[in-house]
């Protein structure tokens, strides 16, 4: 595990990834996806077309506008226009395909800090749980800049920080955790 976090950090520092993310600092399209991916913790590079010389090559290189921005280029192939988050977790694979026959122990619906504690107590119990997040692990907590009041962080910690470890306990315990997938009803009739 601290093999895993360790290197995460350091592709995401240095914004070595899969992904290239071509936008402008004036586009709320553009804040979104990158929120998004920093929120999953997924590493990318950025290019600002307002800053970056290379962001008109890459444009040029893969036939999109200005217009489309914000341009998501996953693996060096797949070119996403202003993309939604969904289709930016399926184009990353950030889910595993639910097998709707499975009957789970344990559903949580928000992968917030009280659904990624769920998930981590459940799942370090054996229990085969799935959890559903509408937007991105962390809930409110994720945006916080500086958490004081938590257990155990006596110096505080960043919600980033916190709920992205919160994030890959409940994985490392064996929890499905399907990103950018809300849950749309609760169905109580049997
Ligand atoms: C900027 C900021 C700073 C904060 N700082 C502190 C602090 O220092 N100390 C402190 O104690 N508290 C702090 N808080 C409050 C703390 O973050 C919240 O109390 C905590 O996040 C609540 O956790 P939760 O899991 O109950 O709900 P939330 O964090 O709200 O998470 C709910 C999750 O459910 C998801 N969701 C909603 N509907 C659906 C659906 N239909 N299907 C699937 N998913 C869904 C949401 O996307 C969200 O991720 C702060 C909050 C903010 C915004």
Avoid: W
Avoid at 101 to 119: E, K, N, R, T
Avoid at 166 to 189: D, E, H, N
């Amino acid at each position: 595990m601290r093999a895993f976090i360790l290197r995460r950090s350091e592709l995401i520092a240095r914004g070595l990834g899969d992904v290239v993310v071509i936008g402008s600092v004036h586009c709320a399209g553009t804040l979104r996806v990158k929120e998004f991916l920093t929120r999953n913790g997924h590493p990318y590079a950025y290019f600002d077309l307002d800053r970056d010389a290379e962001a008109q090559e890459l444009l040029d290189r893969f036939h999109v506008t200005a217009g489309d921005v914000p341009v998501l280029i996953c693996r060096g192939d797949a070119v996403l226009r202003n993309p939604t988050n969904q289709r930016i977790a399926e184009c990353l694979g950030l889910n595993q395909a639910i097998d709707p026959a499975q009957l789970h122990d344990v559903v949580i619906v928000g992968a917030g800090p009280a659904g990624l504690s769920a998930a981590v107590y459940g799942a370090s119990e054996g229990l085969d749980v799935l959890v559903f997040e509408s937007n991105v692990p962390g809930g409110q907590a994720g945006s916080s800049s500086r958490i004081e009041n938590y257990l155990g962080f006596p110096t505080g910690i960043s919600g980033l920080d916190l709920t992205a470890r919160a994030y890959a306990q409940a994985q490392k315990f064996g929890a499905q955790i399907m990103i950018a997938k809300g849950a749309a009803r609760l169905t109580c009739s049997r």
